[in-house]
């Protein structure tokens, strides 16, 4: 719970408005009682009308007709391109002088030059900066000394890595792409197994680790005779003569970075920059069951899907436009760059000169890092945003103060629906400033993925923010994103429309009842963004790869009548109950996260059962207050354990599941209240935040068994 410090203080205080704000805002609410109208209430009433009509802003332009964001293909409704696109040719790259990774971190060197690139600050300090020029000057040095070390210039030359978000993370990356050598990255939550199983795949020599700690886990496999190909460890940090001692008896050469900064500048080389088709970096996944897989990313896919996101915000033509004003733009890196989507982020923001402040690599200290920071671009997952609504509404508890709130999200997003976004209206002012500050208060764009977000909390915090919060979809096979939410378009329920790099077709899936004819089926992905396999593991690429080349995602989606696609359900992970009919676990998740005191679920059931029951972490944030408003009153641990509270969630639970369409059969029966999260650092969520489905199963099959023989009773 280590957010729960940061999310308090989205809180909206009693000072936020003063009286005669209020006495105002009382006017404009015809919902609530108040005095006899008088002239100096509608005066009031009047200068706020005035203000709002003279204060408008222009609305954001659309790149394509909202009403047809996507195109068919060759007459097929259910293969489509962007409407952004003159014909079915796919996009390669944006600008002419980008087509690597290598090329873009160029084209921002010659824009920003000695400007800021990375930066990075110690505790209550102010933000250093890195800048372009001493970046890439870096990033040549030390590929010069990967290779004195015996790397060679080639996109055969694995270089592992194996730290958090820092600026040497992002050297590290540029020397391998400066010298056409690809990136393994590895991360903590992979386990030992995993982490044997990579190494010996890729059969890297040279791991780059950011502490002691992480060389010394290395060193363990290495002692054991299990990683035989290690012979090199660098590491960011300072190295202690033990450690240096301890790999030399075991055949590892102990670097620090700054020792192999020093061969490089003895024995510098010229750039062997890399071609479009070369492998930049192998993204292992690591599922949710069997052996990780590791992605094979070449440049061609990362300049193509980083293009296709820069083609749809530049051609907007608004002054919002993200890319606008190219060297102040700064984004906060705190999510992984173990995975692609906050290294796609990175990309698109050196390709324009702008800069990455990286947070402090403490997630408790993340607010004080973007009050710093004050970042005008925040990637951020769908869970922190829940986090923070239910945050905002729970503060929110006298009847004229949650009054103020609605009417003022209703004006936002009146202006939204009209297609104007902004952070300066009176009711920004008065109501959403102490909210847009504790994100840094100089938000222009927000980019939300990695699993579905609720539109309920999505249209809010559009309002709420008032800053550009665009929803993508995508995976680690098609790079990352293979569809963008349309600049303009702020409706919510969808994931947009097709990337410029992508065509997206549904295709049938007869078991679970989806055609395509019928514009639903399972989200295949094909184009130049596409991955090119799963290294060395043929039989793996064959299940994700077709013979026509279509990624296929074995998620179920739906074309709407606007272009755009919308997540349906999941056909992998599916399964039948006794009477034959099959269930999607995933997508009941996701209608029971919806419930206010759900903060995790899992939904089990089998072939041998003819109901569905499930595990419930509630909401620690609100399940006590949710239980004294039924009556109920107990710690967090004792509710959890009590039999009326178990019965009244799952009611709830119920009830919102009949209002999103659920089935009977597709409601869980019975439920156990579970008081600790599923987490990475219990092994029951892959670092993804998927649920590990098989362990959880593991784990609870004593709650899972007692709950069915009570019903066989």
């Known amino acids: 719970m280590q957010l729960q410090e940061w999310l308090r203080s989205f809180r909206l205080s009693s000072g936020d408005l003063g009286g005669t704000e209020v006495a105002d805002l009382r006017a404009l609410l015809p919902s609530l009682a108040f005095s006899p109208p008088s002239l100096l209430g509608l005066g009031a009433v009047a200068s706020l009308t005035a203000y709002w009509l003279a204060t408008r802003p222009r609305s954001i332009r659309p790149p394509c ?60 300090k102010p933000y250093q900066w890195i800048s372009y020029t001493e970046v890439a000057e870096r990033a040549q040095v030390l590929g010069s000394g990967l290779l004195a070390k015996g790397c060679k210039p080639t996109p055969k030359q694995f270089i592992g890595i194996f730290a958090q978000n820092r600026p040497e993370w992002v050297i590290t990356e540029l020397a391998c792409y400066t010298f056409s050598m690809a990136l393994v990255p590895l991360y903590d939550t992979l386990g030992l197994e995993a982490m044997v199983h990579i190494l010996n795949l890729v059969e890297i020599s040279l791991v780059v680790c950011d502490k002691e700690e992480k ?45 192999l900064m020093e061969v490089g500048r003895e024995n510098i080389q010229p750039p062997v920059p890399p071609q479009p088709q070369d492998l930049a970096v192998v993204c292992f996944t690591s599922g949710t069951t069997g052996k990780p897989k590791g992605a094979m990313i070449t440049h061609g896919n990362i300049t193509s899907n980083t293009s296709s996101v820069i083609k749809i915000l530049e051609v907007s033509h608004t002054f919002f436009s993200f890319f606008n004003h190219k060297t102040e733009d700064v984004s906060i890196s705190y999510l992984p760059l173990a995975h692609m989507f906050e290294r796609m982020i990175q990309v698109s923001m050196f390709c324009h000169g702008a800069r990455v402040g990286f947070y402090q690599g403490d997630i408790a200290l993340l607010m004080d890092d973007i009050k710093t920071l004050k970042p005008t671009f925040f990637p951020v997952v769908p869970r922190l945003l829940n986090r923070i609504y239910d945050k905002i509404q729970g503060s929110v508890t006298s009847v004229l103060k949650r009054a103020v709130l609605h009417y003022a999200v209703s004006r936002k997003q009146a202006e939204l629906s009209s297609g104007i976004v902004r952070n300066d209206s009176v009711w920004d002012r008065l109501v959403f400033n102490k909210i847009q500050a504790n994100l840094g208060g100089n938000l222009r764009f927000i980019l939300t993925a990695s699993a579905p977000i609720s539109p309920t909390v999505l249209s809010f915090l559009r309002a709420a923010l ?82 026509d080349g279509w990624l296929h995602t074995g998620d179920v989606g739906q074309w709407l009548p606007n272009g755009t696609l919308c997540i349906v359900d999941r ?12 269930i999607a676990p995933e997508k009941i998740e996701n ?11 899992f939904v089990h059931g089998d072939s041998l059962q003819s109901h569905l029951i499930g595990i419930v972490v509630p909401d620690p944030e609100v399940f006590v207050n949710w239980a004294k408003e039924r009556g109920i009153v107990g710690s967090y641990e004792e509710l959890c354990q009590n039999p009326d509270m178990k019965k009244a969630v799952l009611e709830d639970m119920n009830s919102v599941g009949k209002e999103a369409g ?52």
């Open 466 to 547: 008032g800053c550009l919060i665009f929803e993508g979809y995508g995976q680690t096979e098609c790079t990352a994103g293979c569809t963008f939410s349309m600049p303009g378009d702020w409706s919510a329920g969808h994931v947009g429309a097709p990337l410029p790099c992508s065509m997206v077709k549904l295709m049938d899936i007869p078991d679970m009842n989806y055609y395509a004819k019928n514009g639903q089926g399972e989200i295949c992905i094909r184009g130049p963004s596409v991955f090119q396999g799963y290294l060395r593991d043929k039989e793996r690429t064959a299940e994700a790869l077709d013979s």
């Open 65 to 124: 007709d909202l009403k047809a964001q996507s195109i068919p293909v060759e007459g097929d409704a259910s293969c489509r391109r962007s409407a952004l696109l003159k014909d079915d040719n796919l996009l390669d790259f944006y600008y002419e002088d980008t087509k690597t990774v290598y090329d873009m971190f160029q084209r921002g060197l010659r824009i920003a030059g000695d400007g800021p690139c990375l930066g990075f600050r110690k505790p209550s």
């Open 662 to 713: 659920l089935k009977s059969f597709e409601q869980v029966k019975d439920l156990y209240l579970h008081p600790e999260m599923f987490s990475i650092s219990n092994g029951l969520l892959t670092p993804t935040l998927k649920s590990k489905r098989g362990d959880l199963r593991r784990v609870f099959s004593e709650q899972i068994e007692h709950m069915y023989s009570k019903s066989a009773m």
């Open 591 to 601: 209608v029971y996260m919806r419930c206010v005191p759900v903060l995790q679920v």
């Open 571 to 582: 056909k992998k992970n599916i399964f039948k109950l006794s009477q034959g009919e099959y």
């Open 215 to 259: 060389a010394e886990s290395l060193l363990v496999n290495k002692e054991n005779g299990v990683t035989p190909t290690l012979s090199c460890l660098v590491i960011f940090n300072p190295v202690s003569a033990a450690l240096v001692e301890r790999g030399r008896k075991c055949g590892v050469e102990i670097l620090q970075l700054e020792q």
